[in-house]
């Protein structure tokens, strides 16, 4: 992936350059959001402009661009980077300073940073091929508004990266209450006799689009019950299926947790419904 975007200008990746002052370097003062798009056809397009514009005013950067804008500048990254699946990565700081200073500075235009990465085959892909992922788990230690998307990971990072090093492909975390937040780069959902459980939106947990489309595709589809509620960590470890969700994920089957075995150990067939009706529909968002 070789073309980017920069404040109104596409160029070779080697060219582009920010300040050093620029806040979003300094601080991890920024907004960032991650559309998965197929051969320019993108998923929750809308939604992921939403949440976005709904980070940006939380923290006070004012960045009026229309969501036709944005659509534009994501079709054009797709295609200077050879379509097929691909992240695009937008990434909006709150701009240079000339000083290191933590009150917001006045006068300062945002950064505007925008590029393309490949992602796991978004059509045609065949679940039957699918592994399931191994699952570390831990006391939740990021901050207290996870609901916004903010550059400033090192808490999810550093979460992430303890799963890493114990081997497993993601963290699973947990509040003080023993009660289920989401995973480093994920939401969760679980299943248990057949009922479909996933943790309340709050300020604990970011407001996946993945999560949110296949909420509403399996209300639509109507096979399952469907609870947002409060999960016990015990829950999660007794549950017949555990998921995970992302943009780049999709809708993930997770057969280890810690020294578990979820369930049978093997991928669930409500796993496998759930991921096919999510497949059959996620181009409709």
């Excluded at 929750?44 to 804008?69: C, E, P, Q, V, Y």
């Excluded at 992430?160 to 963290?171: H, I, L, N, S």
């Excluded at 019950?225 to 016990?232: H, L, M």
Aim: glycine fraction near 8%; charge should be negative; charged fraction near 25%.
């Amino acid at each position: 992936m070789s073309i980017v975007f920069l404040n109104g200008e596409y160029m070779p990746v080697e060219q582009a350059k920010i300040s050093p002052l620029d806040r979003g370097f300094l601080f991890g003062d920024g907004i960032y959001e991650v559309i998965p798009s197929c051969n320019e056809k993108m998923i929750g397009f809308k939604w992921h402009i939403d949440r976005m514009n709904d980070g940006l005013k939380a923290i006070g950067i004012d960045l009026n661009w229309k969501h036709d804008k944005w659509q534009s500048i994501c079709e054009q990254l797709s295609e200077k980077n050879g379509s097929g699946s691909l992240g695009i990565y937008l990434h909006i700081s709150r701009g240079a300073d000339t000083k290191r200073f933590h009150a917001f500075p006045e006068g300062v235009e945002p950064t505007v940073f925008a590029m393309a990465f490949k992602i796991p085959q978004l059509e045609g892909s065949d679940l039957n091929h699918i592994k399931g992922y191994a699952l570390a788990s831990t006391l939740d230690l990021r901050w207290k508004r996870c609901q916004i998307k903010s550059t400033a990971l090192l808490g999810n990072v550093l979460h992430f990266q303890e799963g890493y090093e114990a081997g497993c492909q993601e963290t699973l975390l947990f509040n003080d209450n023993g009660e289920l937040t989401e995973a480093s780069s994920s939401n969760v959902f679980i299943v248990k006799n057949e009922v479909i459980a996933t943790s309340i939106q709050d300020n604990q947990i970011l407001p996946g689009i993945t999560r949110r489309i296949l909420l509403d595709v399996l209300r639509k589809d109507g096979s399952f019950k469907v609870e947002e509620r409060i999960i016990t960590l015990d829950e999660v470890k007794s549950a017949d299926e555990v998921w995970i969700t992302s943009s780049s994920k999709e809708v993930a089957p997770v057969t280890h947790l810690d020294d578990l075995e979820i369930g049978s150990g093997q991928l669930g067939h409500i796993w496998f419904k759930a991921a096919s009706l999510y497949a059959q529909h996620k181009f409709n968002y």
